[in-house]
């Protein structure tokens, strides 16, 4: 009955078509034959109309049983007249409706066209927002559609709503635009796109200037994070792990990267590792970050990690490896999708991710346990003498000795547990991963950078390499060089989000001698990939010219034909090596300015140890496809190392993917081999 009250049709216009019916008495089920609110003799009737028409069941709402079945075969549908008054209510409520949409759309435009030329910036209509969740969500039907169309009439606008493509797109989109600086209007928002050094580094300085937390706070599955917070919050957060990136630490650090780099150099060596590339090298930043941010692994922990002989702890059902690399993986389900529907979804991947969530959850928690049961066994340390991450966020989630309350609450120690865990490995995992594969395709640098090696370390045996000795002096060579320019050309992230606060005065940037303020609210986007491609800052050489886009517009960005790591050690007057210094806001892999990456050296010294104990021992190639097969194709065509070295550059172009950070996902075979 309620339902039938709520229908828009009367209940006359719509009738079915049984096989058998019997209908009971109203008394049967009401032995009042009421129905509250409606008089005898219209429940009757209502009643009578409900058992000819509609109804299937009677269930009592209280119990669940079932009072009564009809024991007919029922189908019902919309009568004629029931059509012909439908129809048209469902064509005016959708015309009005688009109607408004229309004008909302337009209304908004206007407004924020406005809005962009108050700024004095160049503009760029687009017909929706990049960060919208009407176009998040239809993306994937529309995407095909507007590929599809002529390219003249996307050009524009298109690459700025593909955030996943923006390594991809590079500096072609501010080109095509002309400008450096411009604004994308849409009916959603306004969004500032920059790769203009000079405005980035206002943006990095500008103290005004935030973090979007609205859009960063994907990063907060365990609890709020430095990364996905801003203002006073992320600030605490970053006071309470600065104490430990200090000098101390960099020696531990270097040294421990060459314990573990020599392991990774004999586990590269072995037949096939090159189909665990990126796993193999993700498995030594773990152990890195485990072992002196948390103090959680030893060396044998990570030879059996590389060996794949490492084993789930205690209950655990995954290793703290594959809990990180699965959880990553299913980073954006595990964001949205509540965690009791991934346990009973029907697809295996959702299990696994709900899975991984609870088996990383649970690592944590009992890491941070231990070093509670650790620091209730001695006086807290003063935070300057701290010798771990994990130990400096515990202890800002206890209450002091004096009894004052904790500085962090306990989901507040979680996030930033898990914050570097994530940001910690996946960069360096994915640039030592970049490095190698760049090496390999460049034997002559490779070469290069080996012989740079030998001078400065000679024969100094590994265990004997040091922090204070060596850091340096490697990072001013070759092995210095192609570290930057490998994060020159895959950078860490291809956007950084910066906000102007939604209250208060605009932000005002200085664009020749010009002042342009930024409305409240806007969110700012430094586009590093095209800014590290910016043909200002970073002109091609004419050796790396070779291949354009009219030459095969697939292998673009060009990031194996535009490697240049010689481009870093420029030749002075007098015939000194110097080491290129960038003007600010053109290299910035790691932003720049008091929000820069906390951990930026800690990635450097972990790379540069890596990258030497690797080069000094093992030397790496590419393989054609016969040397892969080892001979077992004997009657097939002849494979060449300029073909491989074209199907590297592809992989290391179209075969780069953007999912929470750029990483290669077609396979690349290459072999190491020690040494001679």
Not at 54 to 71: F, K, Q, R, V, Y
Not at 310 to 325: C, I, L, N, W
Request: with cysteine; net charge negative.
């Amino acid at each position: 009955l309620v339902i039938l009250e709520e229908l828009v049709l009367p209940y006359e216009t719509l009738y079915v078509e049984l096989d058998e019916f019997k209908k009971p008495p109203l008394t049967d089920v009401n032995p009042n034959g009421r129905v509250p609110g409606i008089s005898d003799a219209q429940g009757l009737s209502i009643w009578n109309k409900c058992c000819e028409q509609l109804t299937l069941a009677i269930i009592d709402p209280n119990t669940g049983l079932t009072l009564w079945e009809s024991g007919a075969t029922i189908q019902c549908r919309f009568s004629p007249e029931a059509m012909a008054l439908l129809s048209p209510k469902i064509f005016i409520a959708l015309g009005i409706f688009t109607l408004v949409w229309v004008v909302w759309c337009l209304a908004t435009l206007i407004a924020n066209v406005s809005r962009a030329r108050a700024t004095g910036l160049q503009y760029v209509i687009v017909p929706c927002s990049m960060l919208g969740a009407p176009w998040l969500l239809t993306q994937p039907l529309l995407l095909p559609i507007l590929q599809a169309l002529p390219e003249l009439w996307t050009e524009k606008w298109l690459p700025l709503l593909l955030f996943n493509d923006g390594w991809h797109n590079g500096y072609e989109p501010f080109q095509r635009v002309g400008a450096d600086t411009f604004l994308a209007v849409s009916p959603g928002d306004i969004i500032f796109y920059t790769c203009d050094a000079a405005v980035s580094s206002q943006l990095f300085h500008n103290g005004r200037l935030g973090k979007p937390a609205h859009l960063m706070s994907l990063l907060n599955i365990f609890g709020p994070t430095m990364t996905g917070t801003d203002g006073p919050e992320a600030r605490l957060y970053r006071r309470t792990a600065a104490p430990f990136f200090t000098e101390a630490t960099m020696r531990d650090v270097f040294v421990g990267a060459v314990q573990g780099g020599a392991e990774l150099s004999r586990a590269l060596r072995q037949p096939a590792a090159h189909r665990q590339l990126r796993d193999l090298s993700a498995k030594l930043s773990i152990h890195l970050l485990s072992r002196f941010c948390n103090q959680t692994e030893t060396q044998e922990d990570l030879v059996n990690a590389l060996q794949c002989k490492d084993k789930p702890q205690g209950t655990h059902r995954m290793t703290y490896s594959e809990a990180v690399f699965t959880l990553l993986e299913s980073f954006t389900t595990v964001f949205l999708c509540p965690h009791a529907l991934l346990r009973i979804s029907p697809f295996s991947t959702h299990r696994q991710a709900a899975t991984a969530f609870t088996e990383m959850r649970r690592y944590m928690e009992e890491m941070k346990e231990r070093k509670v049961a650790e620091l209730e066994q001695k006086p807290p340390a003063p935070s300057k003498n701290a010798s771990s991450i994990l130990e400096l966020l515990v202890q800002a989630g206890l209450p002091a000795a004096d009894g004052s309350p904790a500085v962090l609450r306990p989901d507040q120690v979680m996030g930033n547990i898990w914050t570097f865990v994530f940001a910690g490995h996946e960069a360096n995992a994915n640039t030592l991963t970049f490095i190698m594969l760049l090496l390999a395709c460049h034997p002559v640098t490779q070469r290069a950078m080996q012989a740079d090696l030998d001078r400065i370390l000679q024969d100094t045996p590994p265990d004997q390499w040091t922090y204070d000795a060596h850091f340096n002096p490697l990072m001013n060579s070759l092995v210095g060089a192609v570290i930057n320019e490998a994060l020159r050309l895959f950078t860490v992230l291809p956007v950084i989000p910066k906000y102007v606060p939604p209250t208060g005065p605009p932000v005002s940037i200085i664009i020749d001698d010009q002042a342009h303020p930024l409305p409240p609210g806007m969110v700012a986007f430094v586009n590093t990939s095209a800014t590290h491609r910016h043909p200002q800052y970073w002109p091609r050489r004419e050796s790396s010219t070779h291949l354009r886009a009219s030459e095969n517009c697939k292998k673009r960005p060009f990031a194996v034909s535009d490697f240049d790591p010689e481009r870093w050690i420029q030749t002075t007057d007098g015939g000194k090596n110097e080491f290129l210094s960038p003007i600010p806001g053109s290299f910035i892999p790691f932003a720049e300015g008091s929000r820069a990456c906390l951990g930026y050296r800690f990635a450097l010294v972990e790379l540069c140890a890596s990258v030497a104990i690797v080069f000094k021992s093992s030397s790496v190639r590419l393989l054609t496809r016969d040397e892969e097969a080892d001979g077992s194709n004997p009657g097939g065509a002849a494979d060449t190392w300029e073909a491989a070295r074209d199907r590297a550059e592809l992989a290391l172009s179209e075969g780069v993917k953007f999912d929470m950070s750029l990483r290669v996902v077609h396979g690349l075979p290459v072999r190491f081999e020690a040494r001679k």
